[in-house]
C-alpha cells in the first residue's frame, strides 16, 4: 500500500465517521445523503481528489496528500484554490467553491473562503455535512459578524478593567485570533466580565454554543450561580431565561444548550467514552501530580463533533490544562479564550502572548477593588527542625481514618522532620502553639480593637489535620463547635451550607480547609489567612492567597464581624510554615519518572489516565501493598471494592496491559461484528479500542471514592507525638510587612508635603501660631477623606499600624480603637511636631492638665469644681471634634447637662474667650 493510497484510506474513514458518504465518480449518487463526498471528481483544471456536496450542491473541495507531506501542507492551498474556482463537469453553478481542506491522514487544514480575509487553520477532525449546510445557510460567518457586527459596549456598571477586558477581547476576535487571555487580579470581577462577553458573543455574533471550563465541580457550581445572578445592560431578565445554560454532569450535552459549564475532567470523560466519578471533578488539577505519560488522547466522537463549541473559556488557566490535556482543548474548532489571576511563563506561551487585558493585583489594590496584605511569621522548634520519638515510648497510635487510638510503646527510634508532621507522625504541642500564637497576635497585634475573632481560613495538610486543628481551636478560644467547621469535599457537613454561613453568618468564625476553598471561592469578610501547609507552585499559592483579597465596605463586614470600625482595608496572611520563604516554581515540573504518590495515581486513574506509567506504577503499588498490609486492613479493602483483594486489583491492571491478551480481545471483537482478522491485519486503532477496553474494565473500581480512601489510608496509623514540647521561636511580622509599613508612612509624608496648601487641616500645621485659625471637624473629615480614596487607602487604623510596626518604641495606643480625630496626631507625628505618637484624646488630656494647673496658678481664685467638671466635658467634646463652640452645646452630652443656658450661668462673659483658649491649647 503506497503512502498516498494509505492517506486516501484514513480521510475515508473520517469523512465517514464525520457523517459523509464517500462515493467513487462511477457511483456517482447524490441523494445517498445530506453529505456526500465525491473522489477524482472532474473539474476544467484535472480531477480534484474530494469535491463535497452537500442537499445536492457542491460547496467543498479536499486536497488529500501522503503525511510526509504535512510539514509542508500550507504550500497546497494554492492548488486547494485552483479547484475551488475551477468549473465542475456537469454543474451549471460555477460559484466558486466556499470550503477549503487539505488533508493527510494525520491532519486537516480548513479555509472559509466567506470569512474576511480567510486563513486556514488546522482542526481535529472533518466538519459534519449538516455543520455546513448550516454555514450556507447564514447570511454572512461567525469571523465576518465579529468584525464587522459587534456594537458599542455599554460601559454603565462595568469597571475599567472590566471595559479593556471585554473590549480588548472582541478587539482580538475581530482580527480572528485563536487565542487569548484575560489577565485579570482575583476579585475584579472575571466571571462577571466573561459572562458579559458571552452575553454579546450570543446575541450580536450569533455564536452556536459556548463552554466554559473549570477545574473543579465547586467553581462549576460557582459559575453557573453567577450566569443566573446575571442581567444584561440592554435586557431585563435574567441570562438563564434568555439563553439556556448546561452545567454538564452527564455524557450528553444538551442539543439546545447556549452555554455549558464543564470540568476538563468531565470533558474528557465525554470525548472519550470512560465514564467518570463525580469525585474526580473535586481535585484542583494544580493539586494532582501527574507524569509526561499521561498525555489525554482523545478520539473523534461523532456524538460531539469539533464544531460543537465556537468558543471555549477556560477559567483560571491552570498550567496542568495545557500540558496533559491539551488534547481536549485541541479537539474543537473553537477560539481560546483564558482568563487568569496568576499567569505564568506557560500560560502566556500556550495563548501565543495574546494578553488582551492585563489587569494585576497591585492596580486592583491602588483602584480600591482589592485590598493588600500583611504576613505576620509564626517560627517554631519542631515546625523548623522536627523532633525524635525515642524506642519504647509509649505513645497513641492513631488510625488515620477511624482516628481510633491504641496505647502502645513504639518499637524504634523515629526521627521525623517537618514534611513528615501531620502525616505520619502528629504533634498536637506544634499545633497548639501556632493556634495560641494566632490568637494572641490577632487580640493585641495585627486587630487589637476587634471584640470578636476576625473571620479566618486555615489551609491544613490533610483531612486528618483539619481535624486535629478544629479540636484545638476549639480548646484554645473555649468555643463550641458553631465557632469554627472543616469545609472540604469529604466534610460529612453540607459543605456549602458550611460556605455560606462562613460568607453571610456570625458563625462559623474560623474555616479549616484543605482544597475545596484554596481557589477561586469568594468569601469577602476574610481577613486573616493562616498557612499550617506549604505550597510549592507560585500560581496555585497565588490563588490562595486570592481569598483574602476581595474589598469589603464597612455595612457588609460588620453583619458579620460587628466590631469592625469601617471597611475591610487589608488582610493578613499569618504563615507558620515558611510558605512565604519556601522555594516556588512557575509550575510544578512534570516528572519524567513515575514517582507519584499513592493518592495522585489513584486519583489519576479515577480522572481517566490510561498509560501504561500510571497503570503499571498503580498496580505494582497495590501488589506491594498487599505484601504489607494486616488482615484488617485487607479486609476493609476488599470490602470497599466489591471482593477484590488489593493485590489482585494490582494483578488485574498488569493483565489488562497484557499484550498477547490485547491482541485476542481485538480479534474477538472483529469476529462478533462479523469482520475477519488475523494479528497481521489488525488495525491499529482496533487495538487500541481493544486496549482501552481492558483497561477501563481493570480500572473501574478506583471508581469509587471509598475505595480510594481505604487505600490511601491503608498504611493508617500515626504517631501521637505528646512527649516532645514545640516553643515558639519567633512570632512578628515579616520582612516585607516592614517594607510595607514603610512605604505607607512615606506615602503618607508625601501627601502631605504636597498637599499642605490645598487641604485645610495640612495648612493649619504649616501655618505660624499667629496664623492659626481653629481646627475643626470639617477640616479633618476632609483630610479622612481624601487619604482613605484609592490609590492611597490610608485609613487611621492603617497609618497607626505601619507606625506601630516601624517605630514601635514612639507609638503608644497601637492595640485601642482609633478615632478620626487621630488624624491630629498622625499628622503632628510625621511632621516632628511631637516625638511619640499617642492617641489624640490622650494628647488632649495632657495639654489639659498643663492648662488647667497654668491657669489657676495664675488666677487668684481657682476654677471651682462645678467649672472644673464643665471644662472636663468640653475638654473630651474637643477630643472627639478637635474644637468647641456654642452651637456644641447642643450635642448630646453638654445639652443632657444643661447645654448652653447651663454653662454660661457657671463661666458667664469668660465663656467665649476659655473655649478660644482651650481650642488653641489643647489643639495645637
Known amino acids: 500500500m503506497t503512502p498516498e493510497i494509505k492517506a486516501r484510506q484514513q480521510i475515508d474513514d473520517k469523512l465517514i465517521q464525520a457523517g459523509w458518504v464517500v462515493q467513487d465518480m462511477k457511483q456517482l449518487n447524490l441523494g445517498a445523503a445530506t453529505g456526500v463526498a465525491v473522489r477524482e471528481y472532474p473539474t476544467d483544471t484535472g480531477p480534484a481528489d474530494y469535491v463535497l456536496f452537500v442537499n445536492r450542491t457542491a460547496c467543498g473541495v479536499i486536497e488529500a496528500k501522503k503525511d510526509s507531506a504535512g510539514e509542508n501542507i500550507t504550500v497546497t492551498e494554492s492548488q486547494t484554490e485552483r479547484y475551488a474556482n475551477a468549473s465542475l463537469k456537469w454543474c451549471k453553478d460555477n460559484t466558486p467553491l466556499r470550503f477549503l481542506f487539505e488533508a493527510t491522514g494525520q491532519i486537516i487544514r480548513f479555509t472559509d473562503n466567506a470569512d474576511p480575509a480567510p486563513r486556514s487553520r488546522e482542526i481535529f477532525h472533518f466538519y459534519k455535512p449538516e455543520q455546513l449546510a448550516a454555514w450556507l445557510a447564514q447570511p454572512n460567518t461567525l469571523r465576518r459578524r465579529l468584525a464587522e457586527q459587534m456594537p458599542a459596549l455599554p460601559t454603565k456598571n462595568l469597571r475599567d478593567c472590566q471595559i479593556s477586558a471585554v473590549t480588548g477581547l472582541e478587539k482580538s476576535l475581530a482580527l480572528n485570533k485563536p ?4 489577565h485579570m487580579a482575583t476579585g475584579a470581577g472575571k466571571t462577571f466580565t466573561a459572562i458579559t462577553s458571552v452575553y454579546r458573543l450570543l446575541k450580536f455574533g450569533s455564536a452556536r454554543r459556548i463552554l466554559f471550563l473549570v477545574d473543579t465541580r ?8 453567577e450566569f443566573m445572578a446575571y442581567t444584561p445592560p440592554d435586557d431585563g431578565r435574567k441570562f438563564t431565561e434568555l439563553y439556556n445554560v448546561q452545567r454538564l454532569a452527564s455524557p450528553s450535552i444538551d442539543p439546545h444548550s447556549q452555554v455549558c459549564i464543564s470540568t476538563i475532567q468531565r470533558m474528557y470523560s465525554i470525548l472519550s467514552g470512560e465514564p467518570i466519578d463525580e469525585s474526580a471533578e473535586d481535585l484542583s488539577l494544580n493539586e494532582l501530580q501527574q507524569t509526561t505519560r499521561q498525555e489525554k488522547f482523545v478520539r473523534y466522537n461523532p456524538a460531539v463533533p469539533v464544531e460543537t463549541f465556537d468558543f471555549i473559556i477556560i477559567d483560571e ?3 496542568s490544562i495545557y500540558n496533559l490535556w491539551k488534547q481536549v482543548l485541541d479537539y474543537f474548532d473553537a477560539s481560546l479564550i483564558g482568563l487568569t489571576a496568576t499567569p505564568d511563563k506557560r500560560t502566556f506561551g500556550f495563548f501565543n502572548e495574546n494578553i488582551v487585558a492585563e489587569y494585576t493585583y497591585e492596580q486592583s489594590v491602588a483602584d480600591g477593588v482589592n485590598v493588600g496584605y500583611d504576613v505576620y511569621e509564626i517560627v517554631t522548634e519542631i515546625t523548623q527542625k522536627g523532633a525524635e520519638l525515642k524506642a519504647r515510648e509509649w505513645v497513641d497510635h492513631r488510625d488515620r481514618q477511624t482516628r481510633k487510638k491504641r496505647w502502645s510503646e513504639t518499637e524504634e527510634d523515629t526521627p521525623y522532620t517537618s514534611k513528615e508532621l501531620d502525616r505520619s507522625v502528629v504533634n498536637l504541642s506544634q499545633i497548639r502553639q501556632v493556634i495560641l500564637t494566632m490568637k494572641t497576635a490577632v487580640e493585641t497585634q495585627i486587630f487589637p480593637a476587634r471584640k470578636e475573632t476576625p473571620k479566618t481560613l486555615i489551609f491544613a495538610k490533610t483531612d486528618s489535620h483539619a481535624d486535629d486543628i478544629i479540636n484545638i481551636l476549639r480548646e484554645v478560644y473555649g468555643q463550641g463547635n458553631a465557632f469554627c467547621k472543616k469545609v472540604t469535599y469529604r466534610a460529612e457537613e453540607d459543605a456549602d451550607s458550611i460556605l455560606s454561613s462562613f460568607r453571610n453568618d456570625y458563625n462559623p468564625r474560623i474555616a479549616v480547609t484543605v482544597d475545596m476553598i484554596a481557589t477561586g471561592t469568594d468569601v469577602k469578610p476574610l481577613e486573616v489567612l493562616l498557612f499550617m501547609r506549604d505550597v510549592r507552585s507560585r500560581g496555585y499559592y497565588e490563588q490562595m492567597k486570592g481569598r483574602g483579597v476581595r474589598s469589603l465596605d464597612g ?10 470600625d469601617g471597611a475591610k482595608t487589608r488582610f493578613v496572611l499569618i504563615d507558620a510554615v515558611g510558605v512565604e520563604k519556601s522555594l516556588k516554581t512557575e509550575s510544578r515540573p512534570l516528572e519524567k519518572k513515575p514517582g507519584v504518590a499513592l493518592k495522585d495515581l489513584l486519583q489519576g486513574v479515577a480522572i481517566g489516565h490510561r498509560d501504561d506509567d500510571t497503570v503499571l506504577s498503580l498496580a505494582n503499588r497495590l501488589i506491594r501493598l498487599g505484601k504489607q498490609l494486616d488482615a484488617k486492613a485487607q479486609t476493609r479493602i476488599a470490602k ?15 493483565a489488562a496491559l497484557d499484550p498477547d491478551a490485547i491482541v485476542a480481545t481485538a480479534l474477538a471483537t472483529a469476529q462478533a461484528k462479523g469482520i475477519t482478522r488475523s494479528e497481521d491485519t489488525l488495525l491499529p486503532e482496533e487495538i ?20 480510594r480512601d481505604e487505600i490511601e489510608a491503608a498504611r493508617r496509623e500515626q504517631l501521637i507525638d505528646h512527649i516532645n514540647l514545640d516553643q515558639v521561636t519567633f512570632s512578628g511580622f515579616s520582612a516585607q510587612a516592614e517594607a510595607q509599613a514603610k512605604a505607607v508612612i512615606d506615602s503618607f509624608a508625601t501627601y502631605i508635603a504636597q498637599h499642605k496648601d490645598a487641604i485645610a487641616a495640612l495648612s493649619f500645621f504649616y ?3 499667629y496664623q492659626r485659625r481653629a481646627l475643626t471637624f470639617d477640616m479633618i473629615e476632609e483630610l479622612h477623606e481624601a487619604l482613605s480614596r484609592p490609590p492611597l487607602m490610608l485609613t487611621t487604623e492603617r497609618l497607626w499600624s505601619a507606625y506601630a510596626r516601624v517605630q514601635a518604641s514612639q507609638v503608644k495606643g497601637a492595640d485601642s480603637k482609633h478615632q478620626l480625630t487621630d488624624l491630629v496626631s498622625l499628622v503632628r507625628f510625621a511632621l516632628g511636631l511631637e516625638t511619640e505618637l499617642k492617641p489624640f484624646s490622650e494628647q488632649v488630656d ?9 491657669h489657676n496658678a495664675q488666677r487668684a481664685t481657682a476654677f471651682t469644681p462645678e467649672q472644673t467638671e464643665w471644662l472636663r466635658l468640653m475638654k473630651d467634646h474637643i477630643a472627639s471634634s478637635c474644637s468647641i463652640c456654642r452651637d456644641d452645646f447642643d450635642y448630646a452630652e453638654l445639652a443632657g447637662r444643661g447645654g448652653l443656658q447651663k454653662v454660661w450661668a457657671v463661666f458667664g462673659q469668660q465663656l467665649d474667650g476659655l473655649m478660644d483658649e482651650m481650642n488653641e491649647e489643647l489643639v495645637a
Open 179 to 182: 487565542r487569548a487571555l484575560v
Open 218 to 225: 465547586n467553581l462549576g457550581k460557582q459559575a453557573h450561580q
Open 317 to 319: 488557566c491552570h498550567r
Open 555 to 564: 455595612d457588609s463586614l460588620k453583619r458579620v464581624s460587628n466590631s469592625a
Open 640 to 654: 470497599a471494592s466489591g471482593g477484590i483483594p488489593v493485590a489482585d486489583l494490582g494483578k488485574g491492571l498488569v
Open 688 to 707: 487500541e479500542v481493544a486496549r482501552a477496553e481492558r483497561v477501563a474494565a481493570a480500572c473501574a473500581p478506583f471508581d469509587q471514592p471509598t475505595l
Open 767 to 769: 501655618q505660624q501660631p
Open 846 to 854: 495632657k495639654r489639659f492638665q498643663e492648662w488647667i494647673f497654668r
